[in-house]
């Protein structure tokens, strides 16, 4: 392939490119798009993170108050959750498992029966092993009756 050959000069009001595309203007194109881009997410995502923190039932405000209007269903018709509803019964479901889960308290006071956190239970037995029980006493067995074995052949007797 020679590349040693006379340029051909492109006749006056021809419509062919003279010239490429500058790959200044690419650069130029690319690092504004992205400048834009890091500005818009700087100023929107702590705005929208604004906005979240509103809805104080989904994150466990205890001086929330629901200014819903609640509406009273007709009888026989089922109950409709929505999303905000089901966030907010998430989250209450979860805040009573973490309670019971990582606090001490009675299961019930009249057996004797406390709740312990997981994480000191877990404690407990990987330093002490496994708690050893008392073998309960062997009760005797219940009383049996002692009951008549049939005759031979099927025949009973008066």
């Not at 089901?86 to 019930?108: C, H, N, P, Q, S």
Request: glycine fraction near 6%; aromatic fraction near 6%.
């Amino acid at each position: 392939m020679s590349h040693e050959h006379e340029p051909v000069e492109i006749p006056e009001g021809a419509l062919y490119e003279t010239h490429d595309v500058k790959a200044s203007v690419i650069w130029k194109s690319l690092f504004w798009f992205f400048a834009i881009s890091m500005v818009c997410a700087l100023v929107c995502i702590p705005i929208l993170n604004g906005l979240g923190s509103l809805n104080t039932a989904v994150t466990g405000d205890p001086d929330f108050k629901d200014t819903r209007i609640v509406r009273e269903l007709p009888a026989g018709q089922p109950p409709l959750q929505t999303n905000v509803t089901t966030r907010t019964d998430m989250f209450a479901i979860g805040k009573k498992a973490r309670v019971e889960l990582e606090t001490y308290g009675w299961v019930d006071e009249a057996k004797g029966k406390v709740r312990v956190p997981v994480a000191k239970a877990m404690d407990d037995v990987a330093r002490d092993g496994l708690p050893v029980w008392k073998a309960a006493p062997a009760t005797p067995p219940a009383e049996t009756v002692p009951t008549e074995e049939p005759a031979p052949g099927g025949a009973t007797t008066p």
